[in-house]
């Protein structure tokens, strides 16, 4: 059975960092590529990056530069880097690999 078990959201001030992490069981990054969306309320699901099997990054053009994927094979783990976090950041951050989704975990930032 594969679980996506996600964790580091959290309440952060505009221009604040988080890191994101998202434990996989049931299958293994080395096989498949793993990646990070988001949703904000009242709008779609919306990719931010993805990390291949064999750790290349890919990133959407609009979340280059603040954001980080990367990954830790022994820990079966992959993470996301969010720095100058801004109050459009807001959202429920969702992990997905092999097909299959996190449960979410909400980001709000904000003064």
């Known amino acids: 059975q594969v679980q996506l078990v996600e964790s580091g959201g959290g309440l952060v001030q505009p221009g604040g960092s988080l890191r994101l992490s998202c434990v996989a069981s049931?299958?293994?990054?080395?096989?498949?590529?793993a990646g990070w969306y988001r949703q904000a309320p009242g709008k779609q699901r919306q990719w931010i990056a993805d990390i291949t099997n064999l750790g290349i990054p890919l990133y959407g053009d609009s979340m280059k530069g603040r954001f980080t994927i990367s990954k830790d094979n022994a820990k079966n783990t992959f993470y996301l880097q969010m720095d100058n976090l801004k109050p459009e950041d807001t959202a429920v951050y969702y992990c997905?690999?092999?097909?299959?989704w996190g449960q979410g975990t909400q980001v709000t930032v904000s003064s």
């Open positions: 997905k690999s092999g097909g299959f």
């Open positions: 049931g299958l293994s990054l080395t096989d498949y590529a």
